[in-house]
């Protein structure tokens, strides 16, 4: 193998597993350290430069980082049940403890710079937009149908999950900054919002229309079947505020979730999930399945609809075909019928929840915007910039539906573009993050950082007592770690952003760092092709998705090799080197955002010198 090159920004971006994962590369281990020290306004800041919405998010987030979080191997080598640090709900902690004083800690507004930015829906994507964009002088219009901003956060997300006043507050902190908002206003036409001379125009209108279930008896009920993202939507506004007792959600994502929890709150006593297909292939995060069962709703899986049954139009049952799961040479699936009886499932309401999909009838034909055939925009790969270049495209309206992470990202991505177009620069250029290593070394035996490695188990979020939660839809369920949880959860972290840097110039081949290593993660061994080197390490590197460390030769023609996957980043190893071969230095990755950064430095410094 060739010597690592450690000074490529992906190398230690990628042994930060969560943030890795995370679609906006939010620095976990950074607000996680801020939150044992009860630095809540500073862990708050850190999260909302990346992610935007911390509250939101530590209540809603599908939580990618989570499963990539290096202390669920660590456990899980240990013979243990992998346990993940809580990631997602200790944001929610500085989010719930910052202090009044955060909004004076939001960026300054620029002067106006001249330049119109119009934004189309007011959901995560086009919020980051404008957040983005408007510090920076330009005048950025939002525009969404509805009377508040929050897109499908507030529409489609209960609030049992997401409190309003949360929303409020977060949405709140973007429309303070100069953006004009222009609520309950309908864009019906993109032609007409080109010829009004916005500069740039940023579609974030979402996947708005729920898919229906076309199956026999389905027109002929008149009422009592539901498309689940606006039945969502009209319980969230208090349009809808009971529902009848025998209750069949069908569909196996978040929005089934949220759509039987919500039936179970509003008077359901039967309520149903039932799905085609198993209940691991579901598209729900499995935190969301276990809260509705742990609210008393079966899941009913494989199941295929058959047929709505009625009596003169008022629905009375469903029909499903029971099947199961049949896989080929290729390990393609297919659901194959067992054979067995129709189930016939007496229902009142049915809330249909098998998918959502865009729609862009106020996009003129003409305009110059090509879509693919599943009705998605062409866009030029990474830019979110379609085939009309003054517009662009972000989070479901983009490329489906996702979560809103994904969108914030997205977001972040396009205020690039944008930024980069109107400054007439190539948008496919897309600027590197900003690394930056640190010694965390105050003493010979003592670090910045607390490397103590906790043994305690990941904590649960308390919930409000079940009698109280399905009482009412407005009650949230989940109460928060208190401080004292909050700080022992943080210290389940493993500081994964300390990275081991290895100084191959002073080292002395003692193997000291390989005896005191608990994980055995370092190994002093002649070097060869990676998979032969990978199986004689004193551990066997055997996660490829984890890169390993491999130094130039040293003085016997041995190289050091360290597999990073299960390193605790404990420090022992340079607490042990008599040489000081091995130092714990803080890695720190900033991606470029909309502004003077992410330019080309040409352009930069003729903007500055004309200022």
């Known amino acids: 193998?060739?010597?690592?090159?450690?000074?490529?920004?992906?190398y230690f971006h990628k042994v930060v597993d969560?943030?890795?994962?995370?679609?906006?590369?939010?620095?976990?281990?950074?607000?996680?350290?801020?939150?044992?020290?009860?630095?809540?306004?500073?862990?708050?800041?850190?999260?909302?430069?990346?992610?935007?919405?911390?509250?939101?998010?530590?209540?809603?987030?599908?939580?990618?980082?989570?499963?990539?979080?290096?202390?669920?191997?660590?456990?899980?080598?240990?013979?243990?049940?992998?346990?993940?640090?809580?990631?997602?709900?200790?944001?929610?902690?500085?989010?719930?403890?910052?202090?009044?004083?955060?909004?004076?800690?939001?960026?300054?507004?620029?002067?106006?710079?001249?330049?119109?930015?119009?934004?189309?829906?007011?959901?995560p994507a086009s919020l980051t937009v404008a957040r983005d964009l408007?510090?920076?002088?330009?005048?950025?219009?939002?525009?969404?149908?509805?009377?508040?901003?929050?897109?499908?956060?507030?529409?489609?997300?209960?609030?049992?999950?997401?409190?309003?006043?949360?929303?409020?507050?977060?949405?709140?902190?973007?429309?303070?900054?100069?953006v004009q908002f222009r609520n309950q206003e309908r864009v019906d036409s993109l032609r007409t919002l080109l010829q009004q001379g916005y500069d740039a125009v940023f579609v974030g209108s979402g996947a708005p229309r729920g898919?229906?279930?076309?199956?026999?008896?389905?027109?002929?009920?008149?009422?009592?079947?539901?498309?689940?993202?606006?039945?969502?939507?009209?319980?969230?506004?208090?349009?809808?505020?009971?529902?009848?007792?025998?209750?069949?959600?069908?569909?196996?994502?978040?929005?089934?979730?949220?759509?039987?929890?919500?039936?179970?709150?509003?008077?359901?006593t039967d309520v149903k999930v039932i799905v085609r297909s198993g209940f691991d292939e579901m598209k729900a995060s499995p935190w969301e399945k276990e809260d509705a069962l742990h609210e008393g709703i079966p899941i009913l899986n494989f199941h295929v609809p058959k047929a709505f049954e009625h009596d003169n139009g008022q629905l009375t049952a469903m029909t499903f075909e029971i099947v199961q799961a049949e896989y080929d040479a290729q390990g393609r699936r297919?659901?194959?019928?067992?054979?067995?009886?129709?189930?016939?499932?007496?229902?009142?309401?049915?809330?249909?929840?098998?998918?959502?999909?865009?729609?862009?009838?106020?996009?003129?034909?003409?305009?110059?915007?090509?879509?693919?055939?599943?009705?998605?925009?062409?866009?030029?790969?990474?830019?979110?910039?379609?085939?009309?270049?003054?517009?662009?495209?972000?989070?479901?309206?983009?490329?489906?539906?996702?979560?809103?992470?994904?969108?914030?990202a997205q977001g972040h991505e396009a205020a690039v573009s944008i930024d980069r177009f109107l400054h007439g620069e190539d948008v496919r250029q897309r600027p590197a993050p900003h690394t930056n290593l640190m010694s965390t070394k105050m003493g010979i035996h003592e670090w910045s950082y607390n490397n103590d490695v906790s043994n305690d188990l990941r904590f649960k979020v308390p919930w409000a007592k079940a009698e109280v939660a399905l009482a009412s839809i407005r009650v949230e369920v989940e109460l928060g770690f208190d401080a004292a949880t909050a700080f022992k959860e943080a210290s389940?972290?493993?500081?994964?952003?300390?990275?081991?840097?290895?100084?191959?110039?002073?080292?002395?081949e003692c193997d000291a760092c390989v005896d005191i290593c608990p994980m055995d993660s370092i190994t002093f061994t002649f070097n060869g092709e990676e998979d032969e080197l990978r199986k004689r390490l004193k551990a066997p590197a055997r996660n490829l998705a984890q890169a390993l460390m491999v130094s130039a030769p040293l003085k016997t023609g041995?190289?050091?090799?360290?597999?990073?996957?299960?390193?605790?980043?404990?420090?022992?190893?340079?607490?042990?080197?008599?040489?000081?071969?091995?130092?714990?230095q803080k890695f720190r990755l900033d991606t470029t955002q909309a502004g003077p950064q992410c330019?080309?430095?040409?352009?930069?410094?003729?903007?500055?010198?004309?200022a």
């Not at 193998?1 to 992906?10: L, N």
């Not at 597999?563 to 130092?583: I, K, N």
């Open 492 to 508: 389940r972290c493993l500081n994964c952003d300390v990275q081991t840097v290895f100084n191959r110039s002073t080292c002395i």
């Open 18 to 123: 969560c943030q890795w994962a995370c679609p906006a590369h939010t620095p976990v281990p950074e607000y996680i350290r801020l939150i044992g020290q009860g630095r809540y306004d500073d862990a708050y800041m850190v999260n909302w430069v990346s992610n935007v919405f911390p509250g939101i998010l530590g209540r809603t987030c599908d939580r990618p980082c989570e499963p990539a979080c290096r202390r669920g191997r660590v456990e899980e080598s240990n013979g243990a049940h992998p346990e993940p640090v809580a990631i997602c709900r200790l944001k929610r902690v500085a989010a719930d403890n910052k202090t009044a004083g955060i909004k004076a800690r939001m960026p300054a507004i620029a002067p106006r710079n001249g330049k119109r930015v119009a934004c189309v829906g007011a959901g």
């Open 211 to 268: 898919r229906d279930l076309d199956i026999p008896g389905r027109h002929d009920i008149t009422g009592n079947i539901h498309i689940g993202i606006d039945w969502l939507a009209s319980v969230s506004f208090g349009h809808i505020t009971r529902i009848a007792p025998r209750v069949i959600v069908l569909g196996g994502g978040n929005t089934a979730m949220d759509c039987c929890r919500s039936a179970r709150r509003l008077g359901g």
């Open 134 to 178: 408007a510090p920076l002088g330009y005048e950025v219009t939002v525009f969404d149908s509805e009377a508040k901003a929050g897109g499908f956060i507030r529409s489609q997300i209960p609030r049992f999950r997401l409190p309003e006043s949360v929303i409020d507050d977060e949405t709140g902190y973007i429309l303070d900054m100069g």
């Open 558 to 584: 041995r190289v050091m090799v360290k597999d990073e996957d299960v390193c605790l980043h404990c420090g022992l190893c340079a607490e042990r080197c008599p040489t000081g071969a091995w130092d714990m």
């Open 599 to 610: 330019r080309d430095a040409q352009t930069t410094r003729h903007t500055l010198e004309a």
């Open 334 to 408: 297919s659901l194959v019928p067992t054979g067995e009886p129709e189930v016939r499932v007496p229902c009142d309401v049915v809330l249909i929840a098998v998918g959502q999909e865009n729609a862009f009838p106020w996009i003129e034909d003409d305009l110059g915007i090509a879509f693919d055939r599943w009705g998605l925009p062409q866009l030029t790969q990474g830019t979110f910039q379609s085939t009309l270049p003054q517009v662009f495209f972000g989070g479901d309206a983009a490329y489906g539906p996702k979560n809103i992470i994904t969108a914030v």
């Open 1 to 10: 193998m060739q010597p690592t090159h450690t000074a490529h920004p992906d």
